[in-house]
């Protein structure tokens, strides 16, 4: 909701903000299609373990915090799980049924807020988008929230996973694109609707991720 941040988003986010500016040329494209009231569902492709990190830097010059799902694994980090906690990010045991963390999900998209999960499950670092996972389309099913695709590109230059990269271009472009709305059927309940929505979701995502690599330009960006 529109004026949601507490003094720990505040904080982060000019910090943040400021980081992220040092590091890279970051452009958000079709901002206006990310909601200032009401719930979405932000589904992003996942291209390094900056992405939520970028992604939230949008919605909240809004005033609207982003909720991302989070393994537990990095919960357990000291300083990493208290930043974390700050920001209310959610906790989920990856590779499990997580029950406890779809229901938070749901509830938080139930009442407004917006929530963050990436579809692929982990970090890509192939051309081709990995198989989506059903957890986006059944939060939305169950909890009404429309699914917002988000196209992303850039962070992988500096930080694909598994350490920084220091190298040219020396303030690589980061673009965002993010989606028009993706409303669903709340009735969409069958695994076969639930398929066609993930298929959907995930055609989005991939014409949003090429044209947020097309928008940051060849040069540095080859896998």
Do not use: C
């Not at 992405?51 to 300083?79: C, H, N, Q």
């Amino acid at each position: 909701m529109k004026g949601e941040l507490d003094a720990a988003w505040k904080v982060a986010s000019a910090a943040v903000g400021a980081a992220m500016r040092l590091l890279f040329h970051v452009r958000f494209v079709d901002g206006h299609n990310v909601p200032t009231d009401g719930p979405a569902i932000v589904v992003p492709n996942h291209i390094s373990p900056l992405d939520p990190v970028v992604i939230a830097l949008y919605p909240a010059s809004l005033g609207r915090k982003t909720r991302f799902l989070s393994g537990t694994e990095f919960f357990a980090m000291r300083w990493v799980g208290k930043g974390l906690r700050a920001l209310d990010q959610i906790p989920i045991r990856r590779g499990a049924n997580d029950l406890e963390a779809l229901k938070t999900v749901v509830e938080v998209a139930k009442t407004g807020g917006l929530v963050g999960l990436f579809p692929e499950g982990k970090i890509n670092n192939t051309p081709d988008l990995l198989r989506g996972r059903r957890g986006a389309a059944r939060i939305a099913v169950a909890s009404g929230a429309p699914l917002l695709p988000v196209g992303i590109w850039g962070p992988q230059v500096r930080y694909p996973g598994g350490g920084w990269k220091f190298r040219r271009p020396w303030r690589p472009n980061v673009v965002v694109v993010f989606g028009e709305p993706m409303p669903v059927d709340p009735a969409a309940t069958s695994a076969r609707d639930i398929l066609v929505i993930t298929n959907e979701l995930m055609s989005r995502i991939e014409v949003l991720r090429d044209r947020a690599k097309e928008l940051a330009g060849s040069r540095g960006y080859a896998w």
